[in-house]
């Protein structure tokens, strides 16, 4: 069950991680000086020996490898809210299968039972629908860009707009994740007493404090939207959840929470290297979710 409190004590606390908050991208600005970069692109007329003049007056070729693009770690073969949220589906041919991977420009299922045989035709497009975490399932055209022995990839031809509103919706929390790092201690304000630090995109922190090597306390901040988790003692396994930003006299739906703890959960889930701290942040995470319930 989650106790669900208003800020009080708390707000000092967050005040001052604000103010670290501040001067941590006061020192980013300081440190990263903006630089001419070139975008990777390659003149076609080079690529082909075509010497310094050709080269000159060719289009401009992007030099793009896929492999080099960070992916989403998309749940298989498991059950639960983690499952619910991280895992896609698909039906082709009016079969189900698992998305193993996901793009805005293409999808890749395990192949199971299609045969060489039965491999579509590249120059056909054919439809699938796509289930993408406890998003509205949707319909797409898409024509056969690859295939292994265990894997069929999917180029898009043609997605609705909803359909591509529902990748936005399903990719965002897991690239935020994929981006999210663990910051020096040499950014932490004087005085601050957390152990851990991880920072993201768009305002996305995780503040945590550890025990004896388990996680104690979080407090997560979610763009605007700051809150702190924490294990209640005792056997009833409550979890202490209190907003930072919420008036004392708003109404907090049992609904407003459960988004919430659920896009924590999503870019948590994708963090890489986070040890002890991160698995202990995903399980505090998955219990709230799996139990959310409004305690007085």
Not at 52 to 76: F, I, S
Not at 91 to 110: C, M, N, W, Y
Request: charge should be neutral.
């Amino acid at each position: 069950m989650i106790d669900v409190g208003h800020a009080g004590r708390c707000d000092t606390e967050m005040q001052a991680i604000v103010e670290g908050l501040r001067k941590f991208r006061s020192a980013l600005l300081q440190w990263v000086r903006p630089k001419s970069v070139s975008p990777p692109l390659a003149p076609e007329a080079a690529l082909r020996g075509q010497g310094a003049e050709g080269a000159a007056n060719a289009p401009l070729r992007l030099n793009y490898n896929p492999r080099r693009y960070k992916r989403a770690l998309l749940m298989t073969g498991t059950a639960g809210i983690q499952h619910d949220i991280a895992a896609a589906a698909a039906q082709f041919r009016g079969k189900p299968f698992s998305v193993v991977d996901l793009s805005h420009t293409g999808v890749a299922i395990e192949r199971g039972p299609i045969t060489d045989v039965d491999l579509p035709d590249p120059a056909k497009p054919e439809p699938i629908v796509l289930n993408l975490g406890v998003l509205e399932p949707f319909s797409a055209q898409v024509s056969l860009a690859r295939h292994s022995d265990r894997v069929i990839a999917f180029e898009f031809v043609d997605v609705s707009t909803d359909g591509r509103l529902t990748i936005d919706r399903f990719l965002d929390p897991k690239m935020i994740g994929l981006n999210m790092r663990a910051v020096d201690r040499a950014f932490f304000s004087p005085g601050e007493t957390f152990s851990l630090w991880f920072c993201g995109p768009r305002d996305t922190n995780f503040f945590l404090w550890m025990n004896s090597g388990r996680l104690d306390r979080a407090i997560i901040q979610l763009g605007d939207e700051q809150f702190t988790l924490a294990p209640s003692a005792g056997p009833s396994r409550t979890v202490r959840f209190v907003r930072h930003n919420a008036a004392p006299s708003s109404v907090t739906s049992d609904l407003d929470l459960r988004d919430s703890v659920l896009f924590a959960l999503d870019v948590a889930l994708q963090v890489k290297d986070g040890g002890d701290a991160m698995s202990g942040l995903v399980k505090l995470l998955t219990e709230s979710a799996d139990t959310l319930q409004i305690g007085v």
